[in-house]
Nanobody, 119 residues
Framework: QEQLVESGGGLVHPGGSLRLSCAVS????????MGWYRQAPGKQRDVVAT????????TYADSVKDRFTISRDSAKNTVYLQMNSLKPEDTAVYYC????????????WGQGTQVTVSS
């Protein structure tokens, strides 16, 4: 089975930090690329950050770069998203995704974890 399980979401004040985790049922090297997406109510699901599992090359949405950091730990079969300086507009359900190829669609998804940034 292929399972991605997110954790670490919650309620945080503006300017605060959260660290999201995505645990893979097997080795992360089953996938070429893993990443984080987010979706706010009534809005489309947008990519936040991606990382290649082998080389560690990363990409970030302009709205989160310099605030968020994606990383991976192959020994723990886990991908992380460190979120700093959180803003209310970061509020969304965050999903972990994975794909087996460099390109293409993210065919594997977790159930999502809610992140709420509010005073």
């Amino acid at each position: 089975q292929e399972q991605l399980v997110e954790s670490g979401g919650g309620l945080v004040h503006p300017g605060g930090s959260l660290r999201l985790s995505c645990a893979v049922s097997g080795s992360i090297f089953r996938f070429y690329v893993m990443g984080w997406y987010r979706q706010a109510p009534g809005k489309q699901r947008d990519v936040v950050a991606t990382i290649t599992t082998r080389g560690g090359s990363t990409t970030y949405a302009d709205s989160v770069k310099d605030r968020f950091t994606i990383s991976r730990d192959s020994a723990k079969n886990t991908v992380y998203l460190q979120m700093n300086s959180l803003k209310p507009e970061d509020t969304a359900v965050y999903y972990c995704g994975a794909r087996r190829a460099l390109g293409g669609t993210f065919d594997y998804w977790g159930q999502g974890t809610q992140v709420t940034v509010s005073s």
